[in-house]
């Protein structure tokens, strides 16, 4: 879908990029109409099904801990991706949601 809807270009100031991560178009169709990170939403949704199976003290510190990591990269990848878009991804965060869809 990257390479199909968002384009292709190197990108010499992110070389640690895969190559269907250089998108020239900021992608809106699937998923990514609702949600910006849909990667990141199913490895929450793991996470938080995984500690509500089994609720323990160890499991809380895990769980929060790996939502503020997922957060913390998506807020860099947010923060890449308006460097790079500019306004057109700034108005692409107003329309969608980070996570989940018409939440969060």
């Known amino acids: 879908m990257f390479k199909r809807e968002g384009g292709h270009s190197e990108r010499e100031?992110?070389?640690?990029?895969?190559?269907?991560?250089?998108?020239?178009?900021?992608?809106?169709?699937?998923?990514?109409?609702y949600i910006r990170h849909p990667m990141y939403s199913s490895l929450l949704l793991l996470g938080w099904g995984a500690f509500k199976k089994h609720i323990t003290p160890i499991s809380i510190v895990l769980i929060l801990t790996v939502t503020g990591f997922l957060i913390a990269?998506?807020?860099?990848?947010?923060?890449?991706?308006?460097?790079?878009?500019?306004?057109?991804?700034?108005?692409?965060?107003?329309?969608?949601?980070?996570?989940?869809p018409w939440l969060f």
């Open 13 to 33: 100031e992110m070389p640690e990029n895969l190559s269907f991560e250089n998108t020239v178009n900021v992608v809106e169709t699937g998923l990514y109409r």
């Open 73 to 100: 990269c998506a807020k860099v990848e947010e923060s890449e991706n308006i460097r790079f878009f500019r306004s057109v991804y700034k108005s692409y965060m107003q329309r969608t949601r980070m996570f989940i």
